[in-house]
């Protein structure tokens, strides 16, 4: 990557994330010349055939990549993650009047909060409880009998904390914010009515939502829900009610075919799964910085820590940006600092990183 005055510049933030230099180098390219169109991948009409395309190899990309089956549709929405707080009450309520919600950070709470203007909300499980040091018990979280969805958040990127496993919901619909989680760990899909992911994470652009959805859970569209928000109405016209988010489904596209290249999401997993260790060794290694999670709920993607004397955190911000490290503060509401080692994260930003650190504590630790 080429960055200020020639140094590499790498990102550690929550979202958007970083990309790989192969995928924006050919989106240079297709931003001056789209499949031999003579157009630009911003000026294609949404219509057309090279677009066509590209909508019918992500999908199909998607279905292998996470072994998704006919049984669920496969959409692409407007819009980030929050948005479906509320379309996940709006569409799966279905004249129930409860649904189940797990706790475990910024995201999830604010999926608490908006479902409450439609539901009502019971949690059944907090990680509040322990400070946020560890997710609840999986075994724990049984939904009641008489709740529309079980909803959780696989990993809750401000507090860092990440469910080990998907939890069993037994009869009632599991649905799942995986939007730190999904093309960076194993999901288990088939577990799940319903899972969600920003596209800005692990997929590419911020403004997209990809929405996996068994068919089971949707039914007509309802005189309630707005059209556009409707996952029925966007099934049957495949994601296009609305001229659709182009570019972000496109760039997911090129995201998917390095993916592919490299191996897959188990190559990629485990890749993901390495960079968090190392860091997470680092951490623990020391008594200068610390790791508020605790082993077995800490996630792989998105890593929040401290020094001993918090007087250092703008020290450390300002030190890792001159060395060419950018996104490292800590989320607003909780402070400190964070590391986000998303799937395209190169190894080589994380050794970096590591090494920084171990400098900078033998300097002020
Ligand atoms: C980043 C993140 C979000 C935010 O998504 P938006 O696209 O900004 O709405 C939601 N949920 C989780 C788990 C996240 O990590």
């Known amino acids: 990557m080429s960055g ?18 192969i995928v924006l180098d050919q989106v240079r390219a297709d931003l ?20 066509v395309a590209v909508y019918e190899q992500v999908e199909s990309d998607v279905r292998e990549m996470l072994g998704v089956t006919d049984e669920y549709h496969v959409l692409f929405l407007h819009a980030g993650a929050s ?6 009450p709006l569409n799966l309520l279905r004249g129930r009047s409860v649904s189940d919600y797990v706790h475990t950070g910024l995201w999830s709470r604010k999926a608490i909060e908006q479902a409450r203007a439609y539901t009502k909300v019971r949690i059944v499980g907090d990680a509040a409880t322990t400070g946020f040091a560890r997710v609840p018990h999986l075994g724990g979280l049984a939904p009641g009998t008489d709740s529309a969805y079980l909803h959780y958040t696989y990993c809750d990127s401000v507090r860092g904390l990440e469910f080990p496993a998907e939890p069993c919901a037994g009869e009632t619909p599991l649905v799942c914010d995986a939007t730190a ?30 929405v996996i959805v068994h068919r089971s859970v949707l039914g007509s569209p309802s ?40 191996g897959g999401l188990g190559v990629l997993a485990d890749q993901v799964l390495e960079r968090s260790k190392h860091l997470y060794a680092a951490l623990d290694r020391s008594d200068f910085y610390h790791s508020p999670v605790e082993d ?18 703008g020290t450390f911000i300002d030190e890792s940006e ?44």
């Open 223 to 262: 005189a309630s829900v707005p059209l556009a928000l409707d996952y029925t109405r966007q099934a049957e016209c495949r994601s296009r009610f609305t001229t659709p988010p182009i570019f972000a489904w496109y760039l997911a596209g090129r995201v998917l075919a390095w993916m592919r290249s490299l």
């Open 296 to 313: 077995g709920s800490r996630s792989r993607t998105s890593i929040p820590f401290t020094t001993s004397d918090p007087a250092l955190t």
């Open 32 to 51: 001056l010349d789209f499949a031999g169109t003579g157009l630009s991948v911003l000026e294609i009409p949404q219509s057309h055939p090279a677009v």
């Open 83 to 88: 948005t479906h707080f509320a379309m996940v």
């Open 181 to 210: 989680s999904l093309f960076a760990r194993p999901v288990a899909i088939e577990r799940h009515a319903l899972v969600y992911a920003s596209a800005q994470k692990n997929l590419g652009a911020t403004g997209m939502t990809l």
């Open 4 to 21: 200020r005055a020639g140094m590499a510049t790498v990102s550690f933030g929550a979202g958007p994330t970083m990309l790989p230099r």
């Open 322 to 365: 001159a060395a060419g490290m950018v996104g490292l503060t800590g989320h607003s509401s909780v402070g400190g600092l964070r590391a986000g080692l998303f799937t395209a994260t190169p190894d080589s930003a994380v050794l970096g990183l590591v090494a920084f650190m171990t400098d900078f504590e033998r300097r002020y630790g």
